[in-house]
């Protein structure tokens, strides 16, 4: 089993839709909760972190985490076409004094007008 | 400065060369990291420099990789008899004080290797 599972899609939703995107992870021990954004051919770039369990949100983004169940979701709002991307979700914990990231396998978003 | 960069961008050779990358990280970062990623997956963590100190290496590193900082600013990833399996985006990320402290690693744009 791997340490951070997601769903890699595609997913592909009409402009303006909810889009809901998950990560389950298996190790209790994480502290942080990234989401990074990888448009193709590009190198990944962070939407957003959090530490805690429950809800933040950054625009039409929301990171929720849930550290009892070890889910983690991010909420994109009246998606548009240039939301497509992969997303990946990416656990860190401070480990030997650097801040260790795993990163899920990415779900790939298309957002068609 | 505006940003993380990575060179070359693309790179094709045959099985059997060395090649070595070149990243040069957000000038005011400390902490420096390799990851790989292949078609599909997430970036995988590779090494990882503070300063110029080699902190942490991962076991995906073989001993045909080596990485060094000399000086602490830029950085070399080097593969010597390159595989098939070698084929890959190999990106740098930096981390540094900043607004969102160290937590954040900034993504270069990758080098992307093709061993035929």
């Known amino acids: 089993q791997k340490e951070v599972e997601q769903d890699p899609g595609p997913l592909s939703v009409p402009e303006g839709a909810i889009v809901s995107l998950n990560c389950t992870y298996s190790?209790?021990?994480?502290?942080?909760f990234m989401w990074y954004r990888q448009y193709s051919r590009k190198g990944p770039e962070l939407l957003m972190y959090?530490?805690?369990?429950g809800n933040k949100e950054d625009g039409r983004f929301t990171a929720q985490v849930d550290k009892s169940s070890k889910y983690i979701s991010l909420f994109i709002r009246d998606s548009q076409p240039s939301d497509s991307a992969t997303y990946l979700c990416a656990p860190g914990l401070l480990s030997g004094g650097y801040n260790k990231l795993i990163f899920g396998a990415g779900t790939r978003l298309a957002v068609h007008p | 400065d505006t940003g993380v960069s990575q060179d070359p961008r693309h790179k094709i050779t045959k099985r059997g060369q060395n090649v070595t990358f070149r990243c040069d990280p957000i000038?005011?970062?400390?902490?420096l990291y390799w990851y790989r990623q292949t078609l599909g997956q997430g970036p995988e963590f590779l090494t990882y420099f503070q300063n110029e100190a080699q902190l942490e290496k991962s076991r995906l590193l073989s001993d045909r990789f080596s990485a060094e900082r000399p000086k602490g600013s830029f950085s070399t990833l080097e593969i010597q008899r390159t595989e098939q399996g070698d084929s890959a985006m190999y990106l740098c990320?930096?981390?540094?004080?900043?607004?969102?402290?160290?937590?954040?690693?900034?993504f270069g744009p990758g080098t992307r290797l093709t061993v035929l």
């Open positions: 190790n209790s021990a994480f502290q942080y």
């Open positions: 000038s005011e970062h400390n902490r």
């Open positions: 959090t530490y805690s369990s």
């Open positions: 990320a930096s981390s540094g004080p900043g607004q969102r402290g160290y937590n954040e690693q900034f």
